[in-house]
């Protein structure tokens, strides 16, 4: 069955500084997978989707990931923090032709100032 | 264009009393879905629908109901609320009809806090 970790439950960055959010997926095949966003009491948004197009994928407000089949890894990245960017994030899998989305357990970001 | 509309978005239920949280898409999406959100845990799917009349067991199925009689409703019903079902609960939905790509993200709704007593 596929599963993803996200490791690091909590990550804390200073303003400015790099963020990395981990993500692994296990799958014999490559899926489509997903990052997330969530904001205090809302719902996810998505940030970027790997479509097997391109490996370096590039998201809304300045994030990007790159899928690497050989680490079997989609970890999300963006050059500097801001403030804003505090929230939960998920990573997400889903197996190709079926739509079913599993979930990672989130990364909660904390942005310092 | 409202998307993924979820009611309610906070409810206190007391153990053994029944309720259903109601979503509704308005994208012309075939699969819809259910999921709980606890702390530590992500998002667990509950149960899913991948077409009017076509309803199937995710993860965390037990004590929950639900159907799908149009495309656009997929309501999920807590026969017997118990305290182990206070979570926060996502409804979503994905894949329009009459499209070709497999690939497609997940639209969430805001979310219905309950709370079991």
């Known amino acids: 069955a596929q599963s993803v970790t996200q490791l690091g439950s909590h990550v804390s960055v200073s303003e400015g500084a790099l963020v990395l959010l981990r993500c692994n997926y296990s799958s014999s095949v490559p899926p489509y997978l997903f990052w997330y966003v969530q904001y205090p009491n809302q719902g996810l948004q998505l940030l970027l989707k790997y479509t097997s197009a391109a490996t370096l994928v590039k998201g809304i407000n300045d994030f990007e990931a790159e899928f690497k089949k050989s680490e079997t890894s989609f970890h999300l990245t963006k050059p500097s923090a801001h403030m804003s960017d505090a929230a939960e994030y998920f990573c997400?899998?889903?197996?190709?032709?079926?739509?079913?989305?599993?979930f990672g357990t989130g990364t909660r970001l904390k942005v310092l100032a | 264009n409202a998307g993924v509309t979820q009611t309610p978005k906070f409810q206190v239920l007391k153990t053994g009393q029944s309720m259903t949280l109601q979503c509704a898409q308005d994208m012309n999406h075939e699969y819809m879905s259910w999921y709980r959100q606890d702390p530590g845990m992500g998002l667990r799917l509950i149960h899913y629908?991948?077409?009017?009349?076509?309803?199937d067991q995710g993860e965390v199925p037990n004590g929950y109901n639900v159907s799908r009689s149009t495309t656009e409703d997929f309501p999920l019903r807590l026969l017997s609320a118990a305290p182990s079902q206070t979570s926060v609960y996502f409804c979503a939905s994905s894949y329009e009809r009459g499209t070709s790509s497999m690939n497609t993200e997940a639209f969430f709704g805001q979310g219905t806090r309950l709370t079991v007593v």
């Open positions: 997400a899998v889903s197996d190709t032709g079926t739509y079913k989305y599993i």
């Open positions: 629908s991948v077409g009017a009349g076509i309803t």
